[in-house]
């Protein structure tokens, strides 16, 4: 199973990128999806994450300028960033709980996509 996270780049603060990420594999069902980031020299933080059903949350620091989404039919997530700010510039990761079979559950890591917002 592998997760391939894609759309990040350098953008101004104020403006827009989103972030894609798919799961490929012997995959039986995706449970919880998320995205997780880390900045130089901070612990990586939760920044939203979505159930199968659909229910969302979110971080403090990005409610009302980032939503997640999701397309289980894609085995994929989506970040949508909006206002970006410097302070979220981070290499941002993708995160999924896969079952791979009717007994068995891991948590995946994507391999991250560089997000860098200038002031």
């Known amino acids: 199973v592998q997760l391939q996270a894609s759309g990040g780049g350098l953008v101004q603060a104020g403006g827009s990128l989103r972030l894609s990420c798919a799961a490929s594999?012997?995959?039986?069902?995706?449970?919880?999806m998320a995205w997780y980031r880390q900045a130089p020299g901070k612990q990586r933080e939760l920044v939203a994450h979505?159930?199968?059903?659909?229910?969302?949350n979110y971080a403090d620091s990005v409610k009302g300028r980032f939503t997640i989404s999701r397309d289980n039919a894609k085995k994929s997530a989506y970040l949508q960033m909006d206002s970006l700010k410097p302070d979220d510039t981070a290499r941002y990761y993708c995160?999924?709980?896969?079952?791979?079979?009717?007994?068995?559950?891991?948590?995946?890591w994507g391999q991250g996509t560089q997000v860098t917002v200038s002031s």
């Open positions: 995160n999924a709980l896969i079952r791979i079979s009717i007994t068995t559950r891991y948590t995946y």
């Open positions: 979505i159930t199968t059903g659909g229910t969302t």
């Open positions: 594999g012997s995959i039986l069902t995706i449970d919880d």
